[in-house]
């Protein structure tokens, strides 16, 4: 069946633009993850979903960072006044209620010029 | 934070089994681990976990020690392909966790 998916693909953006990454989960999967992760480095947690709870936002590194999942399926990472240090590749994750296993999409390549 | 060492690099030869091991001496009774791998330029993929039974999928095996502060990841046969860096986590599972992803291993397997 369809994996998770991202789009786009690969976005380059000036410095002080906004951006919006967009991640389209499994369907079935309630919990969604955020991760991004800067060249040659591990995996950053930024935010979860898991159903109709509050989400875990402890992850976001600055409030130009925001991120909303909208009807428990899509969700889009929101970037505000971007940064040349937000450059990374932003991964978007999502699992069913009783797996611990998580399905990766194949991220979003984020380049702030 | 769920917290696990690795080594940061290893070799293996084409056709060998790999083992990789991982260090999680925090590791509480419920909390399950967890395999992951991300070869170059791709999200990361689930490869197995297990909470203390040594366990075997059709990519790997996973060896969990007795007192559970330790396992190894083995891939019998590694392929050039098998070529990535191998993440170890450590999380309760259910409804409401997050992984939290170390550095991990970066296995290179010579032809």
């Known amino acids: 069946g369809a994996g998770v998916s991202q789009s786009p693909s690969n976005k380059v953006t000036e410095k002080g633009k906004d951006v919006e990454l967009r991640c389209d989960p499994i369907s079935g999967h309630t919990a969604l993850y955020w991760y991004r992760q800067s060249l040659g480095q591990g995996l950053e947690f930024l935010i979860y979903?898991?159903?109709?709870?509050?989400?875990?936002k402890s992850g976001l590194p600055s409030d130009r960072f925001s991120a909303e999942r909208t009807g428990g399926s899509v969700s889009t990472l929101t970037i505000q006044r971007t940064q040349q240090e937000d450059s990374a590749v932003y991964l978007c994750?999502?699992?069913?209620?009783?797996?611990?296993?998580?399905?990766f999409g194949p991220g979003t390549r984020l380049t702030v010029l | 934070d769920a917290k696990t060492t690795q080594p940061p690099s290893m070799d293996c030869a084409e056709g060998r089994a790999a083992n990789l091991p991982c260090n999680h001496s925090?590791?509480?009774?419920?909390?399950?681990v967890y395999w992951y791998r991300q070869i170059h330029s791709q999200g990361p993929q689930y490869i197995i976990h297990g909470l203390k039974n040594n366990e075997t999928n059709e990519m790997a095996s996973l060896i969990i020690t007795e007192d559970r502060k330790s396992s190894t990841l083995i891939l019998p046969h590694a392929t050039l392909r098998d070529t990535a860096v191998y993440y170890c986590?450590?999380?309760?599972?259910?409804?409401?966790?997050?992984?939290?992803f170390g550095k991990g291993t970066l296995l290179t397997v010579n032809p």
């Open positions: 986590i450590f999380n309760s599972g259910g409804s409401n966790y997050k992984l939290t």
């Open positions: 994750a999502s699992s069913p209620p009783t797996s611990g296993s998580v399905d």
């Open positions: 925090t590791i509480s009774g419920n909390e399950y």
């Open positions: 979903f898991q159903g109709n709870s509050a989400p875990d």
